[in-house]
Each structure stands twice: as structure tokens, then as C-alpha cells.
């Protein structure tokens, strides 16, 4: 039991600090916070530029994460692996939901906005591109918007031509004994991946076989990645569809089309199609 004597004062946080403080030191808030540079007199265009500016910086970190996975497997490390899938899964979700302030725009309210844009529009994000073609969305058209920053493009080439994290997945695969036919595992990494009905066949082999066992592990972890990803195409296209209805997109894209045939695109597409067979 204390006695009275015994119980010291809370300890006051240390206020005094010569120049800048150690969370601004380490956060960079001044710089985050200072960040927004609205074009338009319209009180809603602030968080149309703070919700992207979010979204910009989930895309950072969660291809941070894919990028860990994918050398993790190149390195026969499937723990790390698994557990930089797993986090990106937690970052996904609160990506997916930064679509919450835009979800509900009536055309009007974007209307008031919109201009401000010019041609800008997000499919010219340069993170996000790095994360498609991390999942084998690979197009080297892509880089076009790009050629005008040097090290931009320099970056996105350069993730063009390395595998993607599911070729990284199967070549795992593959040194654990999954029959991943050879030309899966040479094929032009710049390119698109296609699916292969072997690649499925060995999927349906893991999943019919030890459900506690990593591949069957590493099989989910990069479903529920995909899952995600569905979810947030899903996402863009219904806020887009209520904001803008079928009208041309920002930067002359199709607009709602071209989100309606990205949305029905799947994600490592063979671990959707094995499970027919299981």
C-alpha cells in the first residue's frame, strides 16, 4: 500500500526545444501540412486535394511493402514475406477507405472543382503505376505521361523490367517443387501477365493439399492482397459514377468505362480460377 509520501508527481512533458521539435523533426508535418495549394475559391476542393494527397502516400508505403515481399520470396523467405502481405492488407483497407470524403460528391459539388484539375487525372500518378505493375499490370505506354521528369521515369522503367510480385511468387513456387511450366517463369517480365491453365493446375494442387502449409499461406495472403485491390477499383468507379456519371474523365480518359473494364480485371487471376476446382 503507498503512503502519500510515496506517489510522485506526474512528470510535465519537456516544452523547451532549441529549434524545431523532435515529432516535426521525424513526421515533417510542417511540410505535410503545408502541402495544399487549392485552385479554386470552392470550400470542397480542400479535401478532394488532402484525400489525394493521402491516398499518394498509402500508395507509397504499400508498394514498400510489395517490394519487400517480392525480394523476400526471391530470397526464400516466405515469414517476411507473408508478414509485409499481411501489413499491406491493414494499409489497403485504410486506403480503400480515403475514398469516404469523395464517396458521396454530387455532380454539382465536383462541378465546382473539377476545372482545377486542367488534365491532371490519377491514372498519371506515377506510385500507383509502380503498384499495378508490381501486380503484373505491366504497360511500357505507361510511362509516357512521364517522360518529362527524369527520375520519375527513370524509376517507373526500371520497376517495368524487374518481376512483379506474383512472378516472384511463382518462381517461389517453383523451387519449392509447384510444376510451374518453364515459360511462365521466363517470360518478358515488362509485359502483361497472362494467365496459364498450369500455373492454375498448381494452385489447385496447393490448395487440395496442407491448408497450415506456406504456400497454401502465401496463396491466401496474396488473395486477400487482390481482394483489396477489387475493392478500391470497385471504389474509385462508384465514386466516380456518382460524381461524374458517364461523362468524359479528368485528363480525357473514358471516364467511368474505362474504370468499369479496369474493376472486372482480376488480380492474380489463377488463384480466383483454381478455386473451381478444389
Not at 512521364?146 to 526500371?158: S, W
Request: charged share 25%; glycine share 6%; proline share 5%.
Amino acid at each position: 500500500m503507498s503512503h502519500d509520501s510515496d506517489v510522485q508527481p506526474a512528470q510535465a512533458p519537456n516544452l523547451d526545444f532549441a529549434g524545431t521539435t523532435p515529432y516535426e523533426d521525424y513526421v515533417q508535418a510542417d511540410v505535410l501540412t503545408h502541402l495544399q495549394h487549392p485552385l479554386s475559391s470552392d470550400p470542397g476542393e480542400m479535401a478532394f486535394l488532402v484525400t489525394t494527397q493521402v491516398m499518394e502516400l498509402w500508395f507509397t508505403v504499400i508498394v514498400h511493402e510489395w517490394h519487400t515481399a517480392a525480394e523476400a520470396l526471391r530470397d526464400d523467405d516466405p515469414h517476411t514475406a507473408l508478414a509485409a502481405l499481411k501489413r499491406s492488407t491493414y494499409e489497403m483497407q485504410s486506403l480503400n477507405a480515403s475514398w469516404e470524403p469523395l464517396a458521396h460528391l454530387t455532380p454539382v459539388q465536383f462541378n465546382s472543382y473539377r476545372s482545377a484539375l486542367g488534365e491532371g487525372s490519377g491514372f498519371q500518378s506515377a506510385m500507383y503505376r509502380r503498384m499495378e505493375f508490381l501486380l503484373g499490370e505491366k504497360s511500357a505506354s505507361m510511362l509516357v505521361p512521364h517522360r518529362g521528369a527524369p527520375r520519375v521515369h527513370a524509376e517507373l522503367e526500371k520497376a517495368l523490367h524487374e518481376p512483379s510480385l506474383y512472378d516472384e511468387a511463382l518462381r517461389y513456387l517453383a523451387r519449392q517443387g509447384a510444376e510451374i511450366p518453364e515459360h511462365v517463369l521466363r517470360r518478358d517480365v515488362s509485359q502483361r501477365y497472362e494467365p496459364d491453365p498450369a500455373v492454375e493446375a498448381a494452385w489447385v494442387a496447393i490448395y487440395t493439399g496442407d491448408s497450415e502449409g506456406v504456400l497454401h499461406r502465401l496463396g491466401e495472403g496474396l488473395t486477400e492482397v487482390a481482394e483489396l485491390v477489387w475493392r478500391w477499383r470497385s471504389d474509385h468507379l462508384v465514386a466516380t459514377r456518382r460524381a461524374m456519371g458517364a461523362k468524359t474523365g479528368t485528363g480525357g480518359s473514358a471516364g467511368v468505362a474505362w474504370l468499369e473494364k479496369r474493376a472486372a480485371k482480376q488480380v492474380f487471376p489463377e488463384l480466383w480460377t483454381a478455386r473451381s476446382h478444389v
